[in-house]
């Protein structure tokens, strides 16, 4: 009962610190702004800048028990497989999802929720980079504590807390909805690289240069078409069909990707 209670106490706290962090801006856009019109903008931003994190997230899961194996018979070749590997899936899935976001913000907030709702297209195109950060980190953290060190992940999440609490306090009064989305974006990076540190450290591996530069080359690619191809809005989700398709030709042309 104690390990079980040892090891259930710091992911618990890291639950909750991390439910916290996620939402921490929203909470000082009402506080601070303390108008109902931005607050509605900026949830209507945060809502869509998650989907990639709900629909990622479910690696974690996946992740913890095959870590916790590999940790527990001391198979390092296949614990650093599955970093690198999982590593290596999620950033090509994540990175083309990030910038198509970014890069067409305008048009996804009004194929949602109307023309009416624009001014949350620019926190949107902050916010889904600072999403696409947390993402990393959550899986990032799920490897650490299925190696068995949930104490080590509560930490670097109560590190977080004042950084997110400061930059929140310092850039909303400045920069309004888009200071939330920055605050979310610094906080979130400096988690992500915080947990990427351990884990490189630790176990000698994190992801694989070559393949980091071929996706992030690619993503650029689409990202700048995207950039130069304003569409009307009922054609916008063929774009991402079209260029989505368009980046996993070019991941199979520089061979990141085969059959």
């Known amino acids: 009962l104690?390990?079980?209670?040892?090891?259930?106490?710091?992911?618990?706290i890291f639950s909750v610190i991390f439910t916290f962090l996620i939402s921490a801006d929203l909470f000082f856009v009402k506080r601070i702004l303390m108008e109902n019109v931005q607050a509605g903008y900026y949830t209507a931003a945060s809502m869509l800048s998650r989907v990639p994190f709900v629909i990622l997230g479910a690696l974690g899961g996946t992740l913890f028990p095959a870590i916790s194996r590999s940790t527990a018979v001391r198979d390092v070749a296949q614990t650093e497989n599955y970093i690198t590997?999982?590593?290596r899936y999620l950033?090509?899935?994540?990175?083309p999802i990030i910038l198509l976001v970014s890069a067409t913000a305008e048009g996804l907030i009004?194929?949602?929720?109307?023309s009416a709702y624009l001014s949350a297209s620019s926190p949107l195109s902050i916010l889904i980079i600072g999403l696409g950060f947390f993402t990393i980190f959550s899986i990032l953290v799920s490897i650490i504590t299925a190696s068995g060190k949930p104490k080590?992940?509560?930490l670097i999440a109560l590190v977080l807390v004042p950084v997110s609490i400061a930059f929140n306090?310092?850039?909303?009064?400045?920069?309004?909805?888009e200071g939330a989305a920055l605050a979310t974006t610094i906080t979130s990076f400096f988690g992500m690289c915080?947990?990427?540190?351990?884990?490189?450290?630790?176990?000698?591996?994190?992801?694989?240069?070559?393949?980091?530069?071929?996706?992030?080359?690619?993503?650029?690619?689409?990202?700048?078409?995207?950039?130069?191809?304003?569409?009307?809005?009922?054609l916008l989700p063929l774009l991402y069909v079209i260029l989505f398709a368009l980046y996993i030709g070019i991941l199979f042309l520089v061979n990141e990707l085969n059959k």
Request: overall charge positive; proline content about 5%.
């Open 2 to 12: 104690k390990k079980i209670m040892n090891f259930a106490m710091p992911v618990i």
């Open 85 to 87: 590997g999982s590593m």
């Open 91 to 95: 950033l090509i899935i994540l990175i």
């Open 110 to 114: 009004s194929l949602f929720y109307s």
């Open 152 to 154: 080590v992940s509560m």
């Open 169 to 177: 306090i310092i850039l909303i009064p400045i920069y309004r909805l």
């Open 194 to 234: 915080l947990a990427a540190a351990y884990v490189l450290k630790r176990f000698k591996t994190l992801v694989d240069t070559k393949s980091l530069i071929k996706i992030c080359a690619a993503s650029i690619l689409i990202y700048v078409i995207a950039l130069q191809l304003p569409l009307p809005l009922v």
